[in-house]
T-cell receptor
Framework: DAKTTQPPSMDCAEGRAANLPCNHS???????VYWYRQIHSQGPQYIIH???NNETNEMASLIITEDRKSSTLILPHATLRDTAVYYC?????????????FGRGTSLIVHP | GAGVSQSPRYKVAKRGQDVALRCDPI?????LFWYQQALGQGPEFLTY????????KSGLPSDRFFAERPEGSVSTLKIQRTQQEDSAVYLC???????????????FGSGTQLSVL
């Protein structure tokens, strides 16, 4: 079972910030939080990841709460091309290996 | 190649037919994952390779599913005696590092859409 909880859908106006929340209350100390997105008919695309510090790259920012039980992905200026399903995942361990487990994600619709 | 390549892009099979799905990971990537994605669902883990070793196959739904990566690069997912419930998109992903670490990102292919009639 996925260890994260996300709202099933959100919408956002083009040009505005999109803030996508994720709960991961059972995360352990050495598990990273990853965000991927999946545009229709494509494979998931990596966005960003973090352990406990906030992270920023050219695509997005990741804010992780101090207790690490939740995080928010921020798309600062959403465009129509950001319409996609966004997955928040933590890497689960299985026999010593980390297996990325996906839930159903958040379907983000960016409208004009 | 520049990314993960999967073939065929689409596959239509008659129920009971065997199919083979191919994944070419990014050159040099150690870890390789297979996922199954049903319509409207997130990707479901099937199996994981570290080089040629299949370290985890706990997600394979039945013994009709078999995966291999004999030389530690190209991988093949084989489904024997396909059933209608096998219809899904099959995604392959690779990463540079060993799966024992938690901080490496995955690169996904575009998937193979399998339809079993």
């Amino acid at each position: 079972d996925a260890k994260t909880t996300q709202p099933p859908s959100m919408d956002c106006a083009e040009g505005r910030a999109a803030n996508l929340p994720c709960n991961h209350s059972t995360i352990s100390g050495n598990e990273y939080v990853y965000w991927y997105r999946q545009i229709h008919s494509q494979g998931p695309q990596y966005i960003i990841h973090g352990l406990k510090n906030n992270e920023t790259n050219e695509m997005a920012s990741l804010i992780i709460t101090e207790d690490r039980k939740s995080s928010t992905l921020i798309l600062p200026h959403a465009t129509l091309r950001d319409t996609a399903v966004y997955y928040c995942i933590v890497r689960e361990t299985s026999g010593g290996s980390y297996i990325p487990t996906f839930g159903r994600g958040t379907s983000l619709i960016v409208h004009p | 190649g520049a990314g993960v390549s999967q073939s065929p892009r689409y596959k239509v099979a008659k129920r009971g037919q065997d199919v083979a799905l191919r994944c070419d990971p990014i050159s040099g990537h150690v870890s390789l994952f297979w996922y199954q994605q049903a319509l409207g669902q997130g990707p479901e883990f099937l199996t994981y390779f570290q080089n040629e070793a299949q370290l985890d196959k706990s997600g394979l739904p039945s013994d009709r599913f078999f995966a291999e990566r004999p030389e530690g690069s190209v991988s093949t997912l084989k489904i024997q005696r396909t059933q209608q419930e096998d219809s899904a998109v099959y995604l392959c992903a690779s990463s540079l590092a060993v799966g024992g670490r938690g901080d490496e990102k995955l690169f996904f292919g575009s998937g193979t859409q399998l339809s079993v009639l």
